[in-house]
């Protein structure tokens, strides 16, 4: 395989879309944020991108398996265009994730993208029960437009930068003249967080003008509530019994 194989099952034409990037990180939470969207949209996959610098592995669903890619969909069905980018992996080094970050922006490029918006979550070491959304941004005018949505600005956040694909389709993708930004949830960092994934959500609803439903993310974030519950109770009787391992495990 080259380094790179990209697969064009579709190729619809769109109005200005925009590139959603949601990949694993802390807490799942923009992985979370991009599969919600799949969810609640009628999508079709335009791109498949396979790289040796995914690792060298499958996933396995009912017996059939896939090999390690990224995943890119189109969604028209919304007020307005997007593609939204996702999968179950980042690259396993620091040029892989360069080389990565090159080949997002170059389908980005092919779709005439508008805006770039990268998810993710940004740990906070301790339970949240209300989320607030830190931002970062290319541009004054991109910073201006999400203050108005209620993200946060706050010097130097997140602590040691934003990495990953997500720092750098804003750094790579200010190179080439986009305006990008990263929308981070607070998340305790150990704890898949559905709470925080909304509460970005909720930002895209507003910065971009497109209406989403939460059913799921609410059952989602109610299963969370339960195990949350069992960890505050071990925190406070200070040992977790053979049942709460169990239910957390």
Not at 33 to 59: C, D, G, K, N, W
Not at 62 to 80: M, P
Not at 146 to 151: C, D, M, Q, R, Y
Request: glycine share 12%; with cysteine; hydrophobic share 40%.
């Amino acid at each position: 395989m080259d380094e790179f194989d990209i697969e064009r099952p579709a190729d619809p034409d769109l109005g200005d879309p925009i590139l959603i990037e949601g990949l694993p990180g802390v807490g799942h939470v923009g992985k979370l944020a991009a599969e919600h969207l799949l969810e609640e949209f009628e999508s079709e996959l335009v791109r498949q991108i396979y790289s040796e610098h995914f690792p060298p592995q499958v996933t396995v669903e009912d017996g059939r398996t896939q090999l390690a890619c990224a995943e890119v969909y189109a969604i028209t069905g919304a007020e307005r265009d997007l593609l939204v980018l996702t999968g179950d992996h980042q690259a396993g080094d620091g040029p892989g994730h360069y080389r990565l970050a090159a080949t997002f922006l170059d389908v980005a490029a092919a779709f005439d993208v508008e805006r770039i918006y990268a998810l993710g979550g940004v740990p906070t070491g301790e339970l949240v029960d209300e989320p607030d959304v830190i931002g970062a941004a290319t541009t004054d005018a991109f910073v201006e437009d999400l203050e108005a949505t209620g993200v946060e600005f706050r010097e130097n956040e997140p602590a040691g930068g934003i990495v990953g694909v997500s720092g750098l389709l804003l750094g790579l993708g200010e190179r080439r003249g986009y305006e990008a930004a990263c929308l981070m949830g607070e998340t305790s960092g150990y704890l898949v967080d559905p709470k925080s994934a909304r509460a970005i959500l909720e930002i895209i609803e507003a910065a971009i003008g497109i209406g989403i439903g939460y059913d799921s993310l609410v059952e989602r974030a109610e299963e969370m509530e339960e195990v949350v519950k069992r960890i505050r109770q071990m925190e406070q009787s200070g040992t977790p019994s053979e049942e709460d391992l169990r239910y957390i495990g």
